[in-house]
């Protein structure tokens, strides 16, 4: 078992105990917290990292002593700050790191998001998923559960639909182009963005080929609100919370909206990429 599992492991063990102690089912801790009971289930065994906001709940919801509520919410943050290899995370499965993104995604209201290699994936389609996390699969193994995957990131998606919410979405024009997925799956994933462009809590940009880029596009980031930022190398997934770090992506995000283009010019650059792959298929 690896290091990153292997503390998430004593973290969900220590938090049954104090369900436990309390003599409350899973389902009833699930009920005091205003949880679905599968989250108490998915933390205790492993499955998915208990957040700092998850433990302090948790543990008032227990009534546990003051110190072990800090011991534990040190606990948490020191795995989720850890910046554990993609390939240790993997190896407890697509799944699990499918619900802990979708658990950080419900406590944010405000999403911006920069991805220069791959769409982005609360916008993908489950055809492009697939192909997507079997290419990851191969690179960085972990267990066979691509189908429990999908369905979780298709759950993710829901929240795309609460107006509530805002979305801003960046993606370079070569994103489209790309063929991470056979042509068939390609086409059904233009025309999901296409859709995607007129919800109106959804802001989605596409940087042109022609575009005059103020930096190179190095790597992909998420800003979750206004307070963390995650970014993602081929290795780690590193988490950002200092406020100086959110800025200057926050800055970077608004420099690359300063060349896209959006609204009616980024679906008739989605439609010319559709263009394309129809005459490439014919020829």
């Given at each position: 078992m690896s290091g990153f599992q292997q503390a998430r492991?004593?973290?969900?063990?220590?938090?049954?105990?104090l369900r436990e102690a309390a003599h409350l089912s899973g389902k009833d801790l699930a009920a005091r917290l205003n949880w679905q009971a599968s989250k108490v289930s998915r933390i205790e065994n492993a499955r998915q990292s208990a957040t700092e906001d998850d433990v302090m709940m948790w543990c008032q919801a227990v009534e546990a002593a003051p110190d072990v509520v800090e011991d534990l919410?040190?606990?948490?943050?020191?795995?989720?700050?850890?910046?554990?290899?993609?390939?240790?995370?993997?190896?407890?499965?697509?799944?699990?790191?499918?619900?802990?993104?979708?658990?950080?995604?419900?406590?944010?209201?405000?999403?911006?998001?920069?991805?220069?290699?791959?769409?982005?994936?609360?916008?993908?389609t489950?055809?492009?998923?697939?192909?997507?996390?079997?290419?990851?699969?191969?690179?960085?193994?972990?267990?066979?559960?691509?189908?429990?995957?999908?369905?979780?990131?298709?759950?993710?998606?829901?929240?795309?639909?609460?107006?509530?919410?805002?979305?801003?979405?960046?993606?370079?024009e070569s994103v489209l182009r790309y063929r991470l997925a056979p042509d068939d799956v390609m086409?059904?994933?233009?025309?999901?963005?296409?859709?995607?462009?007129?919800?109106?809590?959804?802001?989605?940009?596409?940087?042109?080929?022609?575009?005059?880029?103020?930096?190179?596009?190095?790597?992909?980031?998420?800003?979750?609100?206004?307070?963390?930022?995650s970014v993602p190398t081929r290795t780690k997934d590193f988490l950002l919370r200092d406020q100086e770090d959110v800025a200057f992506y926050a800055g970077a995000f608004e420099e690359l909206c300063e060349v896209a283009v959006f609204g009616e010019e980024a679906r008739e650059l989605i439609v010319q990429v559709l263009v394309d792959f129809a005459k490439q298929s014919t020829a």
């Open positions: 492991v004593d973290l969900g063990a220590r938090l049954r105990r919410i040190t606990q948490a943050v020191a795995l989720l700050d850890r910046q554990g290899s993609w390939r240790q995370r993997h190896k407890s499965g697509l799944a699990g790191l499918q619900e802990d993104i979708r658990d950080l995604e419900a406590r944010t209201s405000l999403f911006r998001v920069f991805e220069p290699g791959v769409v982005i994936g609360l916008l993908q489950a055809e492009y998923a697939r192909n997507i996390f079997a290419k990851v699969r191969r690179v960085y193994g972990g267990v066979d559960d691509i189908d429990a995957a999908i369905q979780v990131r298709m759950r993710r998606q829901e929240i795309l639909y609460d107006p509530g919410r805002r979305f801003r979405f960046l993606m370079p086409r059904g994933q233009l025309d999901r963005l296409l859709a995607v462009t007129t919800l109106p809590n959804v802001e989605f940009g596409v940087i042109p080929f022609s575009a005059q880029l103020p930096s190179a596009l190095l790597n992909g980031f998420w800003i979750y609100n206004e307070s963390m930022v």
